[in-house]
């Protein structure tokens, strides 16, 4: 990917809007180019800084009385007074005005923001997938409770084979599967169910080593992460943490792994 491909892209990305193709490259760009990944970072302050529930004020009454208050049947001798029209376009011209300043002001604001780690950024792009896998039809590409049509279904969509297992007897029932992105991978990801939870299971294969679990809890959603047999592994979900560690712990005791086909 080139640098025009990625400005072009950079806002999509920064929403979640790509598929996971597009998001998997783009990672990839902005891990190997600095000047991109430098304005990225930029537009990820500004877009947080702007969601700081400080910002926002309840309108006053008045202006809420426009709002909601019915407006009186037009005549041809009606005409609305132009000052009312002026005055109730204040408060949004006073709004536009401050976003601006903000938005020309940056180093005056970075210090609100806390600083990330890099294992942050894993735990980040995890609650990421997690909720937009959520919205409308993203959840699974292959729905199945069978490991045996999961599983081969990635066969010819990805340069390794998932671990799939069947945890149903723990409690944590297969749902599906589907392509996935993170930290610049493309990634296999398992749905799991827990009662009306959902639970997604990212994975990709490990250079080498092994690494414990580190558990995070954000946003209302617990992740865990650990590096074992060959594979990186990242699980979220809403569920609680006791029960997510319990999903973890069944997963990995599973004795019998399907094998690849």
């Not at 430098?38 to 537009?43: G, I, N, Q």
């Not at 827990?194 to 250079?207: G, S």
Request: hydrophobic fraction near 45%; proline fraction near 7%.
């Amino acid at each position: 990917m080139m640098c025009d491909d990625a400005g072009l892209l950079l806002h999509a990305y920064l929403d979640d809007e790509l598929d996971a193709a597009d998001s998997a490259a783009m990672a990839r760009h902005l891990s190997e180019c600095a000047a991109c990944k430098a304005r990225y970072e930029t537009y990820a302050i500004m877009q947080k800084a702007l969601s700081e529930p400080t910002l926002y004020r309840r309108a006053p009454d008045a202006l809420r009385a426009q709002w909601t208050t019915p407006p009186a049947p037009s005549t041809p001798s009606t005409v609305t007074p132009l000052p009312v029209r002026r005055r109730s376009f204040v408060p949004l011209a006073a709004a536009a005005g401050f976003v601006a300043a903000m938005l020309l002001s940056v180093p005056a604001w970075l210090h609100w923001l806390p600083s990330r780690g890099t294992g942050d950024a894993i735990v980040a792009q995890a609650i990421s997938g997690h909720v937009r896998s959520l919205q409308g039809e993203h959840l699974m590409d292959v729905i199945s409770t069978d490991q045996h049509t999961v599983k081969p279904w990635f066969e010819g969509k990805l340069d390794f084979s998932p671990r799939v297992k069947d945890l149903a007897g723990e409690g944590f029932p297969l749902a599906g599967g589907r392509l996935d992105a993170l930290e610049g991978h493309s990634v296999a990801a398992l749905v799991y169910k827990r009662r009306l939870h959902v639970i997604n299971l990212f994975q990709w294969p490990a250079e080498s080593g092994t690494a414990p679990q580190v558990a995070t809890q954000e946003h209302g959603y617990t992740v865990i992460r650990w590096t074992g047999d060959g594979m990186h592994y990242v699980v979220i979900s809403d569920v609680n943490e006791a029960d997510l560690k319990q999903f973890v712990l069944a997963f990995q005791n599973e004795a019998n792994p399907l094998m690849s086909r």
